[in-house]
Protein backbone atom coordinates (compact mmCIF):
# COMPACT_ATOMS: atom_id res chain seq x y z
CA UNK A 1 0.00 0.00 0.00
CA UNK A 2 1.32 3.58 -0.80
CA UNK A 3 2.34 5.72 2.27
CA UNK A 4 0.57 8.60 2.03
CA UNK A 5 1.93 11.67 3.56
CA UNK A 6 -0.04 13.67 6.11
CA UNK A 7 -1.96 17.22 4.71
CA UNK A 8 0.52 19.34 7.07
CA UNK A 9 3.65 17.47 5.43
CA UNK A 10 6.02 19.71 3.50
CA UNK A 11 5.23 19.71 -0.29
CA UNK A 12 8.09 19.32 -2.67
CA UNK A 13 8.40 20.94 -5.95
CA UNK A 14 6.83 18.35 -8.04
CA UNK A 15 3.66 18.43 -6.44
CA UNK A 16 3.36 22.34 -5.93
CA UNK A 17 3.46 22.53 -9.50
CA UNK A 18 1.44 19.64 -10.32
CA UNK A 19 -1.10 20.66 -8.08
CA UNK A 20 -0.81 24.47 -10.00
CA UNK A 21 -1.00 23.00 -13.21
CA UNK A 22 -4.17 20.58 -12.67
CA UNK A 23 -5.85 23.75 -11.28
CA UNK A 24 -4.97 25.88 -14.04
CA UNK A 25 -6.25 23.03 -16.72
CA UNK A 26 -9.30 22.76 -14.27
CA UNK A 27 -10.42 26.19 -14.81
CA UNK A 28 -9.82 26.73 -18.14
CA UNK A 29 -12.22 23.43 -18.27
CA UNK A 30 -14.84 25.90 -15.95
CA UNK A 31 -14.79 29.11 -18.15
CA UNK A 32 -15.70 27.09 -21.25
CA UNK A 33 -18.13 25.82 -19.59
CA UNK A 34 -16.62 22.22 -20.08
CA UNK A 35 -17.76 19.37 -17.88
CA UNK A 36 -15.58 17.08 -15.66
CA UNK A 37 -15.15 15.25 -12.49
CA UNK A 38 -13.57 16.68 -9.57
CA UNK A 39 -13.67 13.03 -7.95
CA UNK A 40 -12.24 11.62 -11.39
CA UNK A 41 -9.19 14.03 -11.76
CA UNK A 42 -8.25 13.76 -7.95
CA UNK A 43 -8.04 10.02 -8.05
CA UNK A 44 -6.08 10.49 -11.71
CA UNK A 45 -3.85 12.86 -9.83
CA UNK A 46 -2.98 10.10 -7.32
CA UNK A 47 -1.42 7.90 -10.10
CA UNK A 48 1.01 10.66 -10.66
CA UNK A 49 2.72 13.14 -9.30
CA UNK A 50 0.32 13.09 -5.32
CA UNK A 51 0.19 9.85 -5.33
CA UNK A 52 1.52 10.45 -1.67
CA UNK A 53 -1.49 12.51 -1.22
CA UNK A 54 -5.05 12.07 -0.03
CA UNK A 55 -7.80 13.67 -1.65
CA UNK A 56 -8.32 15.96 1.70
CA UNK A 57 -5.13 16.75 1.25
CA UNK A 58 -5.27 17.86 -2.55
CA UNK A 59 -8.51 19.27 -1.77
CA UNK A 60 -7.24 22.15 0.47
CA UNK A 61 -4.29 22.68 -1.11
CA UNK A 62 -6.64 23.67 -4.09
CA UNK A 63 -8.09 26.06 -1.85
CA UNK A 64 -4.37 27.63 -0.96
CA UNK A 65 -4.03 28.22 -4.85
CA UNK A 66 -8.01 29.82 -4.70
CA UNK A 67 -6.38 32.08 -2.40
CA UNK A 68 -3.80 33.04 -3.93
CA UNK A 69 -6.00 33.96 -7.72
CA UNK A 70 -8.27 35.50 -5.58
CA UNK A 71 -5.23 37.70 -3.66
CA UNK A 72 -3.45 38.25 -7.74
CA UNK A 73 -6.97 39.47 -8.72
CA UNK A 74 -7.61 35.98 -11.16
CA UNK A 75 -10.35 33.74 -11.95
CA UNK A 76 -11.04 31.03 -9.24
CA UNK A 77 -12.58 27.30 -9.47
CA UNK A 78 -16.06 27.28 -7.66
CA UNK A 79 -15.43 24.19 -6.36
CA UNK A 80 -12.47 25.18 -4.13
CA UNK A 81 -13.50 28.23 -1.53
CA UNK A 82 -10.62 30.24 -0.86
CA UNK A 83 -8.18 29.41 2.40
CA UNK A 84 -6.10 31.95 3.75
CA UNK A 85 -4.00 29.39 5.87
CA UNK A 86 -1.68 29.28 3.14
CA UNK A 87 2.11 29.33 4.92
CA UNK A 88 4.61 31.72 3.24
CA UNK A 89 7.14 29.81 1.63
CA UNK A 90 4.15 27.91 0.06
CA UNK A 91 2.22 31.11 -0.81
CA UNK A 92 5.60 32.21 -2.85
CA UNK A 93 6.13 29.13 -4.71
CA UNK A 94 2.52 29.41 -5.85
CA UNK A 95 2.68 32.95 -6.75
CA UNK A 96 5.91 32.20 -8.43
CA UNK A 97 4.30 29.45 -10.81
CA UNK A 98 2.16 30.89 -11.65
CA UNK A 99 3.98 33.91 -12.96
CA UNK A 100 5.89 31.87 -15.05
CA UNK A 101 2.70 30.74 -16.72
CA UNK A 102 1.83 33.93 -17.16
CA UNK A 103 -2.17 33.76 -15.28
CA UNK A 104 -4.07 36.37 -16.78
CA UNK A 105 -5.95 38.40 -15.29
CA UNK A 106 -10.46 37.49 -14.68
CA UNK A 107 -11.00 39.58 -18.03
CA UNK A 108 -8.21 38.23 -20.81
CA UNK A 109 -9.40 34.72 -18.87
CA UNK A 110 -12.76 34.65 -19.75
CA UNK A 111 -12.80 36.42 -23.06
CA UNK A 112 -10.06 34.37 -24.44
CA UNK A 113 -11.72 31.02 -23.20
CA UNK A 114 -15.26 30.66 -25.23
CA UNK A 115 -16.17 30.59 -28.27
CA UNK A 116 -19.00 33.12 -29.16
CA UNK A 117 -21.96 32.39 -31.78
CA UNK A 118 -23.56 29.01 -32.91
CA UNK A 119 -21.45 25.96 -33.14
CA UNK A 120 -22.22 24.26 -36.27
CA UNK A 121 -21.00 20.56 -36.61
CA UNK A 122 -18.55 21.20 -39.67
CA UNK A 123 -17.02 24.22 -36.93
CA UNK A 124 -16.36 20.89 -34.52
CA UNK A 125 -15.06 18.14 -37.46
CA UNK A 126 -12.90 20.65 -39.09
CA UNK A 127 -11.54 21.17 -35.63
CA UNK A 128 -10.96 17.87 -34.88
CA UNK A 129 -8.94 17.20 -38.10
CA UNK A 130 -6.55 19.90 -36.99
CA UNK A 131 -6.36 18.69 -33.70
CA UNK A 132 -5.16 15.50 -35.26
CA UNK A 133 -2.79 16.79 -36.98
CA UNK A 134 -0.92 18.39 -34.46
CA UNK A 135 -1.47 14.86 -32.34
CA UNK A 136 0.69 13.42 -35.53
CA UNK A 137 3.21 15.53 -34.42
CA UNK A 138 4.01 14.29 -31.10
CA UNK A 139 3.60 11.12 -32.72
CA UNK A 140 6.93 8.16 -32.06
CA UNK A 141 9.06 10.45 -34.33
CA UNK A 142 8.68 13.17 -32.57
CA UNK A 143 8.37 12.04 -29.23
CA UNK A 144 11.87 12.63 -27.86
CA UNK A 145 12.61 12.47 -24.12
CA UNK A 146 8.55 11.83 -23.43
CA UNK A 147 8.30 8.72 -22.35
CA UNK A 148 12.15 8.82 -20.46
CA UNK A 149 14.30 9.15 -18.19
CA UNK A 150 10.95 11.06 -15.61
CA UNK A 151 11.63 11.71 -12.04
CA UNK A 152 9.78 10.23 -9.80
CA UNK A 153 6.08 11.36 -9.77
CA UNK A 154 6.03 12.47 -13.30
CA UNK A 155 3.56 11.36 -15.75
CA UNK A 156 4.55 9.69 -18.77
CA UNK A 157 3.61 11.05 -22.22
CA UNK A 158 4.39 8.01 -24.28
CA UNK A 159 3.62 7.24 -27.73
CA UNK A 160 0.56 4.77 -26.92
CA UNK A 161 -0.69 7.40 -24.92
CA UNK A 162 -0.80 9.88 -27.77
CA UNK A 163 -2.35 7.58 -30.61
CA UNK A 164 -4.70 6.50 -27.47
CA UNK A 165 -5.99 10.32 -28.04
CA UNK A 166 -5.42 10.45 -31.72
CA UNK A 167 -8.28 7.56 -31.96
CA UNK A 168 -10.44 9.61 -29.35
CA UNK A 169 -10.44 12.15 -31.78
CA UNK A 170 -11.47 10.10 -34.57
CA UNK A 171 -14.10 8.14 -32.66
CA UNK A 172 -15.87 11.70 -31.56
CA UNK A 173 -16.17 12.85 -35.25
CA UNK A 174 -17.04 9.76 -35.90
CA UNK A 175 -20.33 9.87 -33.22
CA UNK A 176 -20.62 13.47 -33.69
CA UNK A 177 -21.94 12.74 -37.52
CA UNK A 178 -24.08 9.94 -36.85
CA UNK A 179 -27.09 10.08 -37.22
CA UNK A 180 -27.85 8.46 -33.98
CA UNK A 181 -25.74 10.12 -31.89
CA UNK A 182 -24.78 8.61 -28.58
CA UNK A 183 -24.61 11.23 -25.92
CA UNK A 184 -23.22 8.82 -23.19
CA UNK A 185 -20.07 7.62 -25.87
CA UNK A 186 -19.57 11.49 -26.47
CA UNK A 187 -19.32 11.99 -22.88
CA UNK A 188 -17.03 9.19 -22.43
CA UNK A 189 -15.13 9.78 -25.08
CA UNK A 190 -14.54 13.74 -23.85
CA UNK A 191 -13.09 12.68 -20.59
CA UNK A 192 -10.79 10.78 -21.99
CA UNK A 193 -9.20 13.41 -24.32
CA UNK A 194 -9.93 15.90 -21.31
CA UNK A 195 -7.71 13.79 -19.15
CA UNK A 196 -5.45 13.58 -21.93
CA UNK A 197 -4.79 17.25 -21.64
CA UNK A 198 -4.57 17.17 -17.43
CA UNK A 199 -1.88 14.59 -18.33
CA UNK A 200 0.07 16.94 -20.87
CA UNK A 201 -0.36 19.84 -19.47
CA UNK A 202 1.50 18.48 -15.77
CA UNK A 203 4.04 16.66 -17.56
CA UNK A 204 4.88 20.10 -19.75
CA UNK A 205 4.60 22.04 -16.11
CA UNK A 206 6.94 19.23 -14.42
CA UNK A 207 9.63 19.21 -17.12
CA UNK A 208 9.90 22.63 -18.76
CA UNK A 209 12.66 25.44 -18.00
CA UNK A 210 12.02 28.24 -19.41
CA UNK A 211 15.23 28.04 -21.12
CA UNK A 212 14.28 24.60 -22.40
CA UNK A 213 10.65 26.16 -23.26
CA UNK A 214 12.23 28.29 -25.99
CA UNK A 215 14.71 25.60 -27.73
CA UNK A 216 12.05 23.03 -28.12
CA UNK A 217 9.87 25.61 -29.55
CA UNK A 218 12.49 26.17 -32.14
CA UNK A 219 13.37 22.15 -32.81
CA UNK A 220 9.53 21.79 -33.30
CA UNK A 221 9.44 18.68 -30.08
CA UNK A 222 6.53 17.89 -27.94
CA UNK A 223 6.24 21.13 -26.02
CA UNK A 224 6.46 23.10 -28.84
CA UNK A 225 3.64 21.68 -30.59
CA UNK A 226 1.56 22.15 -26.78
CA UNK A 227 2.95 25.59 -26.87
CA UNK A 228 2.00 26.50 -30.55
CA UNK A 229 -1.60 24.98 -30.09
CA UNK A 230 -2.02 22.07 -29.01
CA UNK A 231 -3.09 22.65 -25.52
CA UNK A 232 -5.20 25.26 -26.79
CA UNK A 233 -6.74 23.33 -29.46
CA UNK A 234 -8.18 20.84 -26.57
CA UNK A 235 -9.78 23.27 -24.52
CA UNK A 236 -11.38 24.68 -28.09
CA UNK A 237 -12.53 21.55 -29.04
CA UNK A 238 -13.71 20.26 -25.84
CA UNK A 239 -15.76 23.78 -25.50
CA UNK A 240 -17.19 23.11 -28.72
CA UNK A 241 -18.36 20.02 -27.90
CA UNK A 242 -20.18 20.73 -25.34
CA UNK A 243 -22.03 24.11 -26.34
CA UNK A 244 -23.43 21.76 -28.99
CA UNK A 245 -23.93 18.73 -27.38
CA UNK A 246 -26.00 20.75 -24.80
Known amino acids: MANTKLGN ?3 NDDELRASVDAYLYMLRLEVASIPYSLTDYSKFLQTGPLRDRNDASIRY ?5 SQVMEERGAPILRSFSPAPQVGRNVKKKINELLDERQVPTRTQE ?3 ARREGPIELSDILASLDELKDLLANLEP ?3 AGFGHNNPPGIYAITP ?6 SDTVTALGREL ?8 SISELTDRLGRFGLKLAIWTGQRITDFAKAGSI ?3 TGFGVWI ?3 GDHIIEALHMIAKFVG
Open 160 to 165: EDVLDA
Open 218 to 220: AAG
Open 110 to 112: TRS
Open 61 to 65: RMRNI
Open 141 to 143: QHM
Open 228 to 230: TGL
Open 177 to 184: SSELTDRQ
Open 9 to 11: DVW
